[in-house]
């Protein structure tokens, strides 16, 4: 298990490690982008938006009603917006913030340009539109008719200094300004143009750029600016923050930050342009307006832009691929006045987070005991990436959604690997350790489950079973080695494969001696059953077999048992280059003394009272007395199985316990009567009959207590 955690562990850093190479290899981006926008869709909430943004969208119905009924093709006169313009300082607006280009003259003349920007003077805070470049643009200087814009960043060079990859965004060194008949009443002038991320995808916003010197804000902030009171006339910048009149804006390292978009479009109220015109223009001939609600536009910030097709201000989103630009503006503008910003977790935390989670999967896969069991802890453990970035999300953090996963599902499988290969080890030692020695079927519920298996010695309680054929030596003689060998691999595969169906384990061949136990190395609570079931029937097949064995040795081939349940000291024994799984132990050394006792009493297989308890007298049988074997002062009770669970009794059985009964009784004279009439076919009684005679001829001076004692092994 240690080795397992261990290269679980190993697993896990090496994910960290992959996952580090996507980040510098950019792909990691590239997935976590989308997960950061199916959050911004899901999470996207159009209550929250403030009820202070106002959009006038140029729409496609606004260019065919103004193309039917004003004859109006585009671009239109400048003088159109003109009227805008009137209408919302009629409507006392706090802000115009126009997401429109006018750097070049009007096809109209100039007049027209006039017009739009007497309009712009009487309307007073004017936020008009800049195209900042790095090469082509109108000027490389700030132009003497627009007037500085009254706001400095402080901070911004050491800024700059810090992050150099930054300031080729951040600095721009060609723009195109308006005309000069709109710069001259444009109260802010403001940047429009907006990166997006490297699919394409505008998820951030740039608060500000430098040009010639200047502070440009980019068109959202600028409205903001424009609507503040008392204006605010300074920022400053620090490394990962843009403090600003008493807000603390989160930027990234290019400067930039994320937008958290209320919704789709739509979320902010909006009105096309065409209403918007001819309400004013109804109005200045005394009719009624579409818009009856004058105070729509009242002490609202307002954005206004493109949202036509045709015009080519669609802008791919997080909340849609076709996104109008005037809303992009309008949800910066949300974000700055309500306070409410997204931020990039902190490097830190986001590496350490997707450690955790890397090394957490590694581990977890590494000991997981079953296929079932990885698959349960990655149905578990998968979502939690996705869980965090949501919770996170709500709380305005940008959680990394698709390193913590790819960490994960790269722990998963390393410490998948990890388990396999060292499984793999571990199922291959335990079936090369216990192939000799035990079942397929318990080698293969081992293998299934090693923590079963305690290996290097354990205490337990087992049943030991000890054979060894009756007058080997004497037969063996007679035959050549190649005889003896095969006689012995006949009866040691009948009696191995007996031991083992019974869920024995095998210990070892002595010659023709065999040595076995139960309970171990898995646990068996019928373990006494299953050694009395085996010894049964190793009797009997050794049975069906005697003739063929008569018929190679000349002799009746027999075998003794002896059985003991107790507890002993059991595992893999020996030395770092040859070990075997035995078993050590007084319970043990019993089992081989009832062995040898059987010659004593003329039986064959010979069942300690430990071991007879334990099976509830489930086999038909008899007690045999008690014995004392050699190196061993407590005497123990012995029992004869007759049979199988669920046979008939032994038609021996109540005659010979009754005779045992008297014997235990001193009645040596009825004892001996009743076991020599049973004596004829059975060695036990009439070694019993021959003892119960001597005692009874001894009269009153038999002090015999019942116990064998044995002078041989």
Same mark, same amino acid.
């Given at each position: 298990?240690?080795?397992?955690?261990?290269?679980?562990?190993?697993?896990?850093?090496?994910?960290?490690?992959?996952?580090?190479?996507?980040?510098?290899?950019?792909?990691?981006?590239?997935?976590?982008?989308?997960?950061?926008?199916?959050?911004?869709?899901?999470?996207?909430?159009?209550?929250?938006?403030?009820?202070?943004?106002?959009?006038?969208?140029?729409?496609?119905?606004?260019?065919?009603?103004?193309?039917?009924?004003?004859?109006?093709?585009?671009?239109?006169?400048?003088?159109?917006?003109?009227?805008?313009?009137?209408?919302?300082?009629?409507?006392? =607006?706090?802000?115009?913030?126009?997401?429109?280009?006018?750097?070049?003259?009007? =096809?109209?003349?100039?007049?027209?340009?006039?017009?739009?920007?007497?309009?712009?003077?009487?309307?007073?805070?004017?936020?008009?539109?800049?195209?900042?470049?790095?090469?082509?643009?109108?000027?490389?200087?700030?132009?003497?008719?627009?007037?500085?814009?009254?706001?400095?960043?402080?901070?911004?060079?050491?800024?700059?200094?810090?992050?150099?990859?930054?300031?080729?965004?951040?600095?721009?060194?060609?723009?195109?300004?308006?005309?000069?008949?709109?710069?001259?009443?444009?109260?802010?002038?403001?940047?429009?143009?907006?990166?997006?991320?490297?699919?394409?995808?505008?998820?951030?916003?740039?608060?500000?750029?430098?040009?010639?010197?200047?502070?440009?804000?980019?068109?959202?902030?600028?409205?903001?600016?424009?609507?503040?009171?008392?204006?605010?006339?300074?920022?400053?910048?620090?490394?990962?923050?843009?403090?600003?009149?008493?807000?603390?804006?989160?930027?990234?390292?290019?400067?930039?930050?994320?937008?958290?978009?209320?919704?789709?479009?739509?979320?902010?109220?909006?009105?096309?342009?065409?209403?918007?015109?001819?309400?004013?223009?109804?109005?200045?001939?005394?009719?009624?307006?579409?818009?009856?609600?004058?105070?729509?536009?009242?002490?609202?910030?307002?954005?206004?832009?493109?949202? =036509?097709?045709?015009?080519?201000?669609?802008?791919?989103?997080?909340?849609?691929?076709?996104?109008?630009?005037?809303?992009?503006?309008?949800?910066?503008?949300?974000?700055?006045?309500?306070?409410?910003?997204?931020?990039?977790?902190?490097?830190?935390?986001?590496?350490?987070?997707?450690?955790?989670?890397?090394?957490? =999967?590694?581990?977890?896969?590494?000991?997981?005991?079953?296929?079932?069991?990885?698959?349960?802890?990655?149905?578990?453990?998968?979502?939690?990436?996705?869980?965090?970035?949501?919770?996170?999300?709500?709380?305005?953090?940008?959680?990394?959604?698709?390193?913590?996963?790819?960490?994960?599902?790269?722990?998963?499988?390393?410490?998948?690997?990890?388990?396999?290969?060292?499984?793999?080890?571990?199922?291959?030692?335990?079936?090369?350790?216990?192939?000799?020695?035990?079942?397929?079927?318990?080698?293969?519920?081992?293998?299934?489950?090693?923590?079963?298996?305690?290996?290097?010695?354990?205490?337990?309680?087992?049943?030991?079973?000890?054979?060894?054929?009756?007058?080997?030596?004497?037969?063996?003689?007679?035959?050549?080695?190649?005889?003896?060998?095969?006689?012995?691999?006949?009866?040691?595969?009948?009696?191995?494969?007996?031991?083992?169906?019974?869920?024995?384990?095998?210990?070892?061949?002595?010659?023709?001696?065999?040595?076995?136990?139960?309970?171990?190395?898995?646990?068996?609570?019928?373990?006494?059953?299953?050694?009395?079931?085996?010894?049964?029937?190793?009797?009997?097949?050794?049975?069906?077999?005697?003739?063929?064995?008569?018929?190679?040795?000349?002799?009746?081939?027999?075998?003794?048992?002896?059985?003991?349940?107790?507890?002993?000291?059991?595992?893999?024994?020996?030395?770092?280059?040859?070990?075997?799984?035995?078993?050590?132990?007084?319970?043990?050394?019993?089992?081989?003394?009832?062995?040898?006792?059987?010659?004593?009493?003329?039986?064959?297989?010979?069942?300690?009272?430990?071991?007879?308890?334990?099976?509830?007298?489930?086999?038909?049988?008899?007690?045999?007395?008690?014995?004392?074997?050699?190196?061993?002062?407590?005497?123990?009770?012995?029992?004869?199985?007759?049979?199988?669970?669920?046979?008939?009794?032994?038609?021996?059985?109540?005659?010979?316990?009754?005779?045992?009964?008297?014997?235990?009784?001193?009645?040596?004279?009825?004892?001996?009567?009743?076991?020599?009439?049973?004596?004829?076919?059975?060695?036990?009684?009439?070694?019993?009959?021959?003892?119960?005679?001597?005692?009874?001829?001894?009269?009153?001076?038999?002090?015999?207590?019942?116990?064998?004692?044995?002078?041989?092994?």
């Amino acid at each position: 298990m240690n080795k397992k955690i261990t290269y679980g562990l190993l697993a896990g850093v090496a994910a960290v490690a992959l996952v580090a190479l996507l980040n510098v290899s950019g792909l990691l981006a590239r997935w976590e982008n989308p997960t950061a926008d199916w959050r911004a869709r899901l999470l996207a909430r159009p209550s929250p938006a403030t009820e202070q943004i106002k959009l006038i969208l140029l729409d496609q119905y606004s260019l065919d009603w103004a193309s039917q009924n004003l004859g109006w093709s585009w671009p239109w006169p400048r003088e159109a917006y003109a009227v805008v313009l009137d209408y919302l300082k009629r409507c006392g =607006a706090k802000t115009a913030i126009f997401d429109v280009l006018y750097t070049e003259p009007s =096809a109209f003349g100039v007049a027209d340009d006039e017009a739009l920007g007497a309009a712009v003077e009487r309307f007073g805070s004017f936020v008009g539109a800049v195209f900042l470049g790095q090469t082509t643009a109108q000027t490389t200087t700030w132009p003497d008719t627009a007037k500085p814009n009254a706001f400095v960043v402080n901070g911004l060079d050491v800024w700059l200094n810090a992050h150099p990859a930054a300031a080729t965004e951040m600095v721009a060194t060609a723009a195109a300004f308006p005309v000069p008949e709109l710069t001259r009443a444009t109260a802010w002038l403001a940047n429009v143009r907006e990166i997006p991320d490297e699919d394409g995808v505008f998820r951030r916003a740039i608060p500000f750029r430098m040009f010639d010197g200047q502070v440009l804000p980019s068109l959202g902030f600028a409205g903001w600016l424009a609507g503040l009171e008392p204006p605010v006339a300074s920022a400053t910048l620090t490394a990962d923050e843009l403090h600003v009149a008493g807000l603390k804006v989160p930027l990234d390292a290019s400067g930039r930050l994320i937008l958290k978009f209320r919704g789709p479009s739509g979320t902010h109220q909006a009105f096309n342009a065409v209403e918007v015109i001819q309400s004013e223009l109804r109005l200045l001939e005394g009719g009624s307006p579409p818009l009856t609600d004058d105070s729509i536009f009242k002490d609202k910030w307002v954005v206004f832009g493109f949202s =036509a097709p045709g015009l080519k201000d669609l802008r791919p989103t997080p909340i849609a691929p076709d996104y109008p630009g005037p809303e992009i503006y309008a949800t910066m503008l949300d974000n700055m006045l309500a306070g409410d910003f997204l931020r990039e977790a902190s490097p830190v935390a986001a590496w350490a987070w997707i450690f955790a989670l890397a090394l957490l =999967a590694a581990v977890i896969a590494s000991v997981a005991r079953s296929g079932w069991h990885s698959g349960l802890a990655a149905l578990i453990l998968l979502p939690l990436p996705t869980i965090a970035g949501l919770l996170a999300w709500q709380a305005g953090i940008v959680w990394p959604v698709a390193g913590a996963s790819v960490g994960m599902l790269l722990g998963l499988l390393g410490g998948g690997i990890v388990n396999y290969v060292l499984e793999g080890r571990q199922k291959t030692f335990i079936k090369g350790a216990f192939k000799h020695y035990l079942s397929a079927e318990v080698i293969e519920q081992i293998v299934r489950d090693p923590n079963s298996l305690k290996l290097g010695g354990e205490r337990r309680e087992l049943t030991i079973f000890f054979s060894d054929l009756e007058g080997f030596s004497s037969f063996s003689e007679k035959l050549s080695p190649e005889e003896l060998t095969k006689l012995l691999n006949d009866y040691l595969t009948d009696m191995t494969d007996i031991i083992m169906d019974e869920g024995g384990t095998l210990d070892k061949y002595v010659g023709d001696a065999i040595v076995a136990f139960w309970n171990a190395p898995l646990p068996q609570v019928d373990h006494a059953a299953r050694a009395v079931r085996a010894a049964v029937r190793c009797q009997r097949r050794l049975a069906e077999r005697r003739e063929e064995y008569m018929q190679r040795t000349g002799a009746a081939v027999r075998m003794r048992i002896g059985l003991n349940t107790g507890p002993v000291v059991v595992g893999n024994m020996g030395s770092a280059r040859r070990f075997d799984y035995t078993m050590l132990g007084d319970a043990a050394n019993l089992a081989s003394r009832l062995e040898g006792a059987n010659k004593a009493l003329g039986t064959y297989t010979m069942v300690a009272e430990s071991t007879w308890a334990l099976t509830q007298n489930a086999f038909p049988g008899r007690e045999l007395g008690q014995l004392r074997v050699v190196g061993r002062s407590t005497p123990v009770r012995v029992f004869e199985p007759l049979g199988l669970a669920g046979e008939p009794p032994s038609s021996i059985s109540a005659p010979f316990a009754a005779a045992l009964a008297l014997a235990q009784a001193r009645r040596w004279a009825e004892a001996a009567q009743a076991f020599t009439a049973i004596a004829t076919d059975d060695p036990v009684a009439k070694k019993y009959a021959t003892k119960c005679d001597a005692l009874a001829a001894a009269g009153p001076n038999a002090t015999w207590d019942g116990v064998w004692s044995l002078t041989e092994k």
